[in-house]
């Protein structure tokens, strides 16, 4: 995640500050900071470039300590929506019925629906590569469709729940045709 801010200062203070902040499962990239002057990367955690004009080159990286961070950039980061949370449900080979594991894992999804008030679900079935790829396509979208109607049996509202299939093309892990593999037969439910 990147943060700049312009910052309204004395003329000799820095104009803009770019703050590199961890994702969500601590990984992070990397940011390149330009003008005509120059040009910085940044791209350790917490870190932060500051410009004071395009004709002076941006900083080099330092590091910006909590306080520092919550002062400046703050109200930006509260305004932040949460992120999406995902649930994968699992099938048996060939069927559209779920795993008794996964059962559970249903019925946990209409609470985060509820607490957060969602209003955009997706639901993406997925195959194996075991069986005709149009097949596949079919039983990954009838497995979305009976995710669906289980939530909005549940009162989920239909208008607010997308579903698609990714049949056999996008494998969680990558097999050879006709090797079954239960990890790919699945439906993963974004709720934002």
Known sequence: M??????????????NVFLLLPNQD???????????AGSQVVSRPNDASYVKDAATAPTGPATMEKPD??????????????????????FDTGKDALTDESKKVLDSILPAIKSRRSTSI???GHTDRVGRREDNFRLGFDRA????????ESGIDASSVEV?????????????????????RRVEVTVR
């Open 2 to 15: 990147v943060l700049s801010l312009a910052l309204c200062a004395c003329s000799t203070a820095p104009k």
């Open 145 to 152: 469709g009976k995710t669906r109607d289980f939530l909005v």
């Open 164 to 184: 698609f299939s990714h049949g056999e093309d996008n494998p969680l892990i990558k097999t050879e045709d006709e090797v079954p593999e239960p990890r790919n």
């Open 122 to 124: 997706s639901i993406v």
């Open 26 to 36: 601590g990984s992070t990239g990397a940011i390149t900071v330009e003008n005509k």
């Open 69 to 90: 961070i919550d002062k400046v950039f703050g109200d930006a980061l509260r305004a932040q929506p949460e992120p999406p949370l995902m649930f994968i449900l699992y």
